[in-house]
């Protein structure tokens, strides 16, 4: 849509989010309210957006340095249709706009699509409606006898007849720019609340005999909007839950998809199944045949066909290799790379581990900064001493290598192809190839007849 611009409306304050935090930064499924709303209006194609921006105005910008954003500053909330006052500078003479909100999150590309097509000329625009058990609060639309939109009247200046109204105004319009270009400058702030409403344009409209033309929402959560943090949840459970669908849509196997978090993006192949409480964070890729055990969390991680995650496992920027099966209670930290049938157990910490085919780490280790060969096997206990206080230091294991139980590696260190470590051995010198090498204190003593501490009366 090449004469297409957008204004998204973001200058309130959101007092009731009683937040340092502005309203429009306010996280949905991880990301900003606004981030959300810019999604759907870059998803039209159009040929420039424009943020109006007000409370905590170089916060919000800040976040969204390189999206090619128009910003412009509305000082003071004088209303909405000074809002689009300020940018009207932005707008060319000729062309659409389309007006949204900051926050409104959930508004879906398609609807927004719908409402655009219907202004065809310069003589036509359209606004999105919804019909509300419950409208209080919001602008309703004044039909003649015939149906056509008169105006419409916000709820502080409503007669009791005209608040009777169900049809409410979202605030998403679409409209010639040579119109607003014409109508804003005209807007008076003769109200209750001594605003420049936007609203005030329909009025003008209907006078004037340019086409209103209304469009409803197929739903009302794409045109809710976020002033608290209730409204926050229920939005944010409401994605989840188009999200949960789409996957469930796409043949990914959610045990509940009320208890499934996306916060980021899935790709996924076939037959993947995910059990209950499992949070995704980031951008994460899952192959054929994953599965994944309840309360699981997993950030920037590509697990390989039929990588099997088992219960209470974090992955955090780590890549798993086909076949493998990590926890329960594994937890890998960043730059961890396993290569394919790779098995890491419960209570296994891996920090910038490369793990090799078929490496396997049982239980209770710690590896970091580690190198690890094809089929090595950690023991139990097992704790690579990577930092010396100053620095980090790189362990090494080659092939076939067997490290015994509650053995401490102490970096920089090597032990090479096929070298046996003994139980309980501090590590500090290379381990040849093949050999078994063992460092203990070197004697074990009993003492016959010695007598256990008692406890003093
Ligand atoms: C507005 C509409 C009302 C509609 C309702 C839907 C007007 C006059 N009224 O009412 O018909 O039913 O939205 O939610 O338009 N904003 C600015 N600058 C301002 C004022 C508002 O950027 O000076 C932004 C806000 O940040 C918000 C949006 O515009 O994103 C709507 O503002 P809000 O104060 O919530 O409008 P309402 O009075 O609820
Ligand atoms: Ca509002």
């Not at 910008?61 to 003071?76: D, I, K, N, S, T």
């Not at 192809?417 to 501090?426: C, D, K, N």
């Amino acid at each position: 849509m090449q004469d297409l611009s957008v204004i998204v409306l973001a200058a309130g304050k959101g007092t009731r989010m009683k937040s340092r935090l502005p309203k429009v930064l306010q996280p949905l499924a991880g990301r900003p309210l606004l981030a959300h709303v810019l999604d759907a209006a870059s998803a039209l194609g159009g040929k420039g957006i424009t943020v109006v921006y007000g409370h905590g105005g170089e916060q919000v910008r800040a976040h969204f340095p390189a999206e090619g954003l128009g910003w412009v500053e509305q000082a003071e909330q004088k209303g909405t249709g000074h809002a689009v006052q300020v940018a009207l500078p932005q707008l060319p003479p000729d062309g659409r706009t389309l007006i949204l909100y900051g926050d409104v999150p959930l508004i879906r590309p398609q609807t927004l699509q719908g409402l655009i097509g219907k202004v065809v000329d310069g003589r036509s625009l359209s606004l999105l409606t919804l019909e509300m058990a419950d409208p209080t609060g919001y602008g309703r639309i004044l039909r003649d006898a015939k149906g056509a939109v008169q105006r419409i009247v916000e709820q502080k200046d409503g007669t009791p007849a005209e608040l009777a109204v169900r049809e409410v105004n979202t605030g998403i319009f679409c409209v010639p720019n040579a119109l607003l270009h014409a109508w804003l400058p005209k807007l008076r702030n003769d109200n209750k609340q001594g605003e420049y409403y936007l609203t005030d344009i329909i009025g003008l409209a209907a006078a004037e005999g340019v086409a209103i033309h209304t469009v409803p929402a197929p739903q009302a959560w794409e045109v809710e909007g976020v002033n608290d943090k209730l409204q926050l949840a229920a939005l944010e459970r409401q994605h989840q839950r188009n999200q949960a669908e789409a996957l469930m849509r796409a043949g990914v196997t959610l045990l509940d998809p009320a208890r499934f978090d996306l916060r980021g993006t899935l790709e996924h192949g076939q037959d993947v199944e995910i059990d209950v409480n499992v949070v995704i964070e980031g951008r994460v890729r899952f192959g054929d045949g994953v599965r994944i055990g309840p309360n699981v969390l997993l950030r920037n991680a590509v697990l390989g066909d039929g990588v099997v995650v088992k219960a209470n496992t974090v992955i955090e920027d780590s890549e798993v290799g086909a076949g493998s099966d990590l926890g329960p209670f594994a937890r890998l930290r960043p730059d961890s790379v396993l290569g394919e049938n790779v098995h890491v157990g419960n209570f296994v910490e891996l920090k910038k581990a490369r793990l090799a085919k078929g490496a396997k780490v049982g239980h209770l280790a710690y590896l970091g900064d580690a190198v690890i060969g094809e089929r090595v096997n950690v023991s139990a206990g097992v704790i690579t001493c990577n930092y010396d206080g100053a620095n980090k230091h790189v362990t090494t294991i080659q092939d076939d290598a067997f490290i015994g139980s509650d053995t401490q590696l102490v970096a920089p260190v090597t032990i090479e192809r096929g070298a046996y470590v003994a139980a309980g051995s501090t590590i500090t010198k290379t381990a040849p190839a093949g050999a078994l090498t063992i460092c203990r204190a070197r004697d074990q003593k009993s003492i016959p007849g010695w007598k256990r501490p008692v406890k003093k009366k």
